[in-house]
């Protein structure tokens, strides 16, 4: 497969890279972010990029797939991407990178402003003042207080029909069923996948535990609550928190040309950051794709 032109837009600036037939989502995603001017790796950890497939359907870029073998629209030249927060960190004072801050609060921000997060009237002016005057730290540690503030939320069914209620936040996952709550910390949390299309499985650390299953009404759902769950779990992982706090970022600079090693991307030292062409060093270890879904779909489409 040849080299693919593609425009990512950002929430800073329009950047565009060229994609390698073997270049892995992570990455791309490196390589977004150090042509943004983010200097740090560990802020990409919230971050993840996303594409529209010919459905019109917004999925994410998996880390360890290759970027071309996703359902691209590639009826759009060049391809289009967008840089984009998948976990809003529980506190923003861990994100000490200039960009991250930036991209961060104006994506909250979008949020907020096109009502995709509930806000009482007072609190939404004190934001909209905050936004107005450009105090971003003030901002979100206001926004911070927010009920909804890093959470995302679904309807699932369980095993016997009745409505279940899932929260994702950074405690963990929140079930509430029939008037009853309980909360899975992410410690206790083994993995989180779909079985048969449609059932999302969460089973919980220890070799006896039985996986607590839920009914999703499409597979596409399904997929969406498993891979929000995972980048939960996966910053959760990272952090041990949730939050960043336990993790040193000294000397964890995105690489430069000199300094990239097999495996890793780099920008050009002839393209300033990173507006002209990319290239990719990396190991040829592919593996078959673990998404049967989509897997599925590309089948059709053949």
């Given at each position: 497969?040849?080299?693919?032109?593609?425009?990512?837009?950002?929430?800073?600036?329009?950047?565009?890279?060229?994609?390698?037939?073997?270049?892995?989502?992570?990455?791309?995603?490196?390589?977004?972010?150090?042509?943004?001017?983010?200097?740090?790796?560990?802020?990409?950890?919230?971050?993840?990029?996303?594409?529209?497939?010919?459905?019109?359907?917004?999925?994410?870029?998996?880390?360890?797939?290759?970027?071309?073998?996703?359902?691209?629209?590639?009826?759009?030249?060049?391809?289009?991407?967008?840089?984009?927060?998948?976990?809003?960190?529980?506190?923003?004072?861990?994100?000490?990178?200039?960009?991250?801050?930036?991209?961060?609060?104006?994506?909250?921000?979008?949020?907020?402003?096109?009502?995709?997060?509930?806000?009482?009237?007072?609190?939404?002016?004190?934001?909209?003042?905050?936004?107005?005057?450009?105090?971003?730290?003030?901002?979100?540690?206001?926004?911070?207080?927010?009920?909804?503030?890093?959470?995302?939320?679904?309807?699932?069914?369980?095993?016997?029909?009745?409505?279940?209620?899932?929260?994702?936040s950074h405690s963990g996952i929140t079930v509430n069923c029939r008037?009853?709550?309980?909360?899975?910390?992410?410690?206790?949390?083994?993995?989180?996948?779909?079985?048969?299309?449609?059932?999302?499985?969460?089973?919980?650390?220890?070799?006896?535990?039985?996986?607590?299953?839920?009914?999703?009404?499409?597979?596409?759902?399904?997929?969406?609550?498993?891979?929000?769950?995972?980048?939960?779990?996966?910053?959760?992982?990272?952090?041990?928190?949730?939050?960043?706090?336990?993790?040193?970022?000294?000397?964890?600079?995105?690489?430069?040309?000199?300094?990239?090693?097999?495996?890793?991307?780099?920008?050009?030292?002839?393209?300033?950051?990173?507006?002209?062409?990319?290239?990719?060093?990396?190991?040829?270890?592919?593996?078959?794709?673990?998404?049967?879904?989509?897997?599925?779909?590309?089948?059709?489409?053949?």
């Amino acid at each position: 497969m040849p080299r693919k032109l593609a425009h990512i837009t950002t929430g800073i600036k329009d950047i565009d890279l060229v994609i390698e037939a073997k270049t892995k989502g992570w990455q791309m995603l490196l390589d977004i972010a150090l042509a943004v001017g983010m200097q740090q790796t560990f802020h990409t950890l919230w971050f993840g990029v996303q594409y529209v497939n010919k459905k019109g359907q917004r999925k994410w870029i998996k880390d360890n797939r290759y970027v071309l073998d996703h359902r691209l629209d590639t009826r759009r030249k060049p391809l289009q991407f967008s840089l984009r927060v998948k976990v809003f960190p529980k506190n923003f004072s861990v994100i000490d990178d200039d960009i991250a801050q930036v991209l961060i609060y104006k994506q909250l921000r979008e949020h907020i402003e096109q009502e995709e997060l509930n806000c009482l009237p007072d609190k939404t002016q004190d934001l909209a003042k905050l936004a107005e005057e450009d105090k971003i730290q003030e901002y979100m540690k206001t926004a911070q207080g927010l009920e909804q503030y890093g959470k995302k939320y679904f309807k699932l069914t369980s095993e016997t029909g009745a409505r279940v209620d899932i929260t994702l936040s950074h405690s963990g996952i929140t079930v509430n069923c029939r008037d009853e709550s309980s909360t899975i910390p992410f410690k206790e949390l083994q993995d989180v996948k779909a079985a048969n299309k449609r059932t999302v499985c969460i089973t919980k650390a220890g070799h006896a535990s039985k996986p607590l299953k839920y009914k999703s009404e499409t597979p596409r759902y399904c997929k969406e609550v498993v891979e929000a769950a995972m980048s939960y779990l996966e910053v959760f992982r990272e952090t041990g928190y949730g939050d960043g706090e336990s993790v040193s970022k000294e000397d964890e600079v995105v690489s430069s040309p000199d300094s990239v090693a097999d495996g890793e991307a780099m920008v050009k030292e002839n393209s300033p950051q990173g507006q002209g062409e990319v290239a990719v060093a990396l190991k040829d270890d592919s593996k078959p794709s673990d998404d049967p879904v989509d897997d599925a779909e590309k089948e059709k489409e053949k």
